[in-house]
């Protein structure tokens, strides 16, 4: 018996020993996990587009791992994060490393307290997030919250124009009907009157869809028929995902303004018509894009909202379309004319990466952070790998390239084959880069909309909202009343124009708003905004 004691007693010291082993190299920044190649075991979540592939396909992202001397697990989601991110939260077990444009919020942060690194205290382990920051010191502040604490790292990718979203009609089919693009809503329904009825695309079946638009996942995103409302005079912020806008200053939400009612009963119009597509708001993504796309030479979509003309229809069907100006709600309309200002929310970026504070493996993640935001490293998180989405033209300048599939449109390509706008990256102002022709088509598809965005007065209708932070208690409020919103304002939303009936709902629903917290929102955000705007001057 006292023999079986002593080795157990013997087992249990050592156990004790190998444990203190381990954690002292743990918190000492050594690697507990490393493979037989030498290089160090790393886990980390990616949220990425639909449109994405395998990320192990990504030369680029290979070369990175290799030299950061690290192998990475990769868990991929492409959708239902929102779903999965609180059970993952909630288990305390996360990943080493979660990447995607705020996969993990400022709210996430407060909620769970101590489950991220604060990686203001390994600055310098991240010499390439300390020049972004003193290069563009805005970064560091979409960085930093309230407290001095750093626990996501943001973006800066430069290139990008004033909004996302451009309106496109299909030119073809106007001049094939003699008709005019339109200049006002009841000219827009008329024209789609006439898609829907006259065979536009020839082939003798009515299978023209004259309105399309992207499933919405809030009230309001990028190409969603809510950029009518700048018919209105309502000036968008980022596309205003949750309603939220700045007029002359004052904080609002355009999902109690009686220009959204208008707006929607319009949609509703529309739809009773048969002029919207049936499966606008159960569609994913991948389907609204896809659909525009047609087949052959025979478009299917007349009317739409896009980033850019091949990339919403593809390269054969692109030249059928036109891009718009924005359009007047009605012929005698006295309203100044306004867009979705977007410039802030496509350049930056927030959360794009955070880090356990758990990991074993700290030196060796710090080390693959910092290579992302090299410069050379995010030019190929943006576009594409060197050699086959870059080309070096050996003089320290390069070259963004074709798609290698000649089948794919640039933006399609870029997503397809790369994590694009959804990646950590830093693209330094003094990188000599040549678009591709995408980037380069959109800045002339965005000259209609010159006018209005130029317009845009952004020191009193703009919400600054990348830049601004939330104390604990707000953030905590402001992010369940936006949950509940956002649930009660979508299923109306879609209810509405798919079936009408908003004017009788409409003042019981202003009460519902009310009750869940829209107004407690308002007043929080209003404090933050006239703070942020003060601090400016």
């Not at 009460?511 to 400016?536: C, H, P, T």
């Amino acid at each position: 018996m006292k023999k079986v004691v002593s080795g157990i007693l013997a087992l249990s010291l050592s156990a004790s020993m190998l444990a203190a082993c381990s954690s002292d190299k743990a918190s000492s920044g050594q690697a507990t996990n490393v493979g037989k190649d030498g290089r160090v075991q790393l886990t980390a979540l990616i949220t990425k587009h639909p449109l994405t592939e395998d990320v192990s396909k990504m030369k680029w992202l290979q070369d990175v791992e290799k030299k950061a001397g690290v192998d990475i697990k990769w868990q991929q989601v492409t959708a239902d994060w929102g779903q999965k991110k609180g059970t993952l939260l909630a288990s305390g077990d996360i990943p080493d490393l979660i990447i995607g444009p705020n996969a993990v919020t400022d709210a996430d942060y407060v909620q769970y307290n101590g489950l991220f690194e604060d990686l203001s205290k390994d600055m310098k382990s991240l010499p390439n997030v300390e020049k972004m920051f003193t290069e563009h010191p805005e970064t560091k502040q979409i960085a930093t919250q309230l407290d001095g604490n750093i626990y996501g790292l943001p973006k800066y990718q430069r290139f990008w124009p004033a909004t996302a979203t451009r309106m496109f009609i299909n030119q073809k089919w106007l001049d094939k009907l003699g008709l005019k693009m339109p200049t006002n809503w009841d000219e827009l329904y008329n024209v789609l009157v006439a898609f829907k009825k006259d065979d536009p695309n020839g082939n003798g079946q009515q299978d023209e869809i004259p309105m399309d638009f992207a499933p919405p996942g809030t009230i309001s995103g990028f190409f969603e028929p809510t950029m009518l409302l700048g018919s209105e005079g309502i000036t968008l912020t980022d596309a205003s995902g949750n309603g939220y806008f700045v007029e002359n200053g004052k904080v609002k939400n355009f999902v109690t303004d009686d220009r959204f009612k208008k707006l929607v009963e319009f949609l509703h119009k529309c739809y009773a018509a048969g002029l919207i597509n049936k499966e606008v708001f159960t569609q994913d993504y991948t389907k609204f894009q896809s659909v525009a796309r047609g087949s052959g030479d025979a478009a299917k979509v007349g009317f739409t909202w896009g980033w850019e003309v091949t990339d919403r229809f593809g390269n054969q069907l692109a030249p059928q379309y036109t891009s718009m100006p924005q359009i007047k709600e009605s012929a005698d309309s006295t309203a100044k004319l306004s867009w979705s200002y977007d410039y802030n929310g496509l350049n930056y970026g927030a959360n794009m990466i955070t880090m356990s504070a758990k990991t074993q493996n700290k030196a060796a993640a710090l080390k693959f952070i910092n290579a992302l935001y090299d410069t050379k490293v995010s030019m190929q998180v943006l576009f594409g790998s060197l050699g086959t989405n870059i080309a070096d033209n050996g003089d320290g300048s390069y070259k963004v390239l074709p798609p290698a599939d000649s089948k794919m449109d640039p933006g399609t390509w870029k997503w397809t084959s790369t994590w694009a706008d959804n990646g950590p990256m830093y693209i330094s102002d003094n990188l000599k880069l040549t678009l591709g022709t995408d980037m380069q088509s959109v800045g002339k598809q965005t000259e209609p909309l010159a006018p209005v965005l130029n317009a845009v007065d952004k020191s009193k209708d703009v919400f600054p909202g990348m830049f601004i932070k939330y104390s604990k208690d707000d953030n905590s409020k402001l992010s369940l009343n936006d949950t509940n919103l956002n649930t009660l304002v979508l299923a109306k939303y879609s209810q509405w124009i798919t079936k009408g009936g908003i004017e009788n709902d409409w003042n019981t629903y202003l009460n519902n708003v009310k009750k869940a917290g829209l107004e407690d929102n308002l007043k929080i955000m209003q404090k933050y905004y006239d703070k942020y705007m003060s601090s400016q001057k």
